[in-house]
């Protein structure tokens, strides 16, 4: 599709998904230097840095260490390891990734786990990136009726998270958004 435009001459700038917080900062500084907006750009990206690291320092380190599932999909169970962009968000709070003991290169930092497993790990910390309904709707409910999974500390402490899906998903302008979720979540634990 982008030779099209390019034939049309409407430059186009592909920009691919972020491994990392810092890259998806760069993307939003060249996206805004592509559209003559560089300095809002920074601004933005300023303003970010500025959220995020407040929300994370408002989190506090008492939970340091603490087992956390990211659900991506329940059906199979895929969740995203430390070494996804999702994972290194997660990872500003020095949560522990239950994920991160299967994860192979092969999969790309997506692992798909056993039910067995994750009830097994006993997350403290259940985040739902499946939780509306075009994505799973797999709500803090649904995962408690879940069988065995009324044992794990997450579903015992009411510390299952459904996490608003498009900003789960995103790495924009919206991340802070994001990050003060999970900020809310780590605040919570007991």
């Keep these: 599709r982008s030779s099209g435009m390019t034939k049309l001459g409407i430059p186009v700038l592909i920009e691919p998904a972020v491994s990392s917080l810092d890259a998806a900062y760069a993307q939003i500084q060249q996206v805004g230097a592509a559209t003559g907006h560089a300095a809002q750009a920074a601004t933005v990206v300023t303003g970010m840095k500025q959220q995020i690291a407040a929300d994370v320092a ?3 380190t008492a939970h340091k260490g603490a087992p956390y ?14 070494s996804t962009f999702i994972g ?5 709070f020095g949560l522990k990734n239950i994920a991160d ?11 798909q786990l056993s039910q067995e497993y994750i009830v097994t790990a006993k997350p403290q910390i259940i985040f739902l990136a499946d939780n509306e309904a075009a994505d799973g709707g797999q709500s803090p409910a649904v995962v ?3 069988p065995g999974w009324s044992g794990i500390p997450a579903v015992q402490d009411n510390e299952v998270i459904g996490l608003n899906d498009d900003i789960a998903s995103r790495w924009g302008p919206r991340l802070p958004q994001l990050v003060a979720e999970i900020a ?3 605040e919570q634990l007991h």
């Design 184 to 186: 809310a979540a780590v």
């Design 144 to 146: 408690a009726k879940r």
């Design 101 to 111: 003991a299967v994860s192979k290169p092969a999969d790309g930092g997506y692992p």
């Design 58 to 60: 408002k989190a506090g």
């Design 88 to 92: 290194q968000v997660v990872g500003l």
């Design 69 to 82: 599932y990211w659900e991506l999909s329940a059906s199979p169970f895929y969740s995203a390891a430390s």
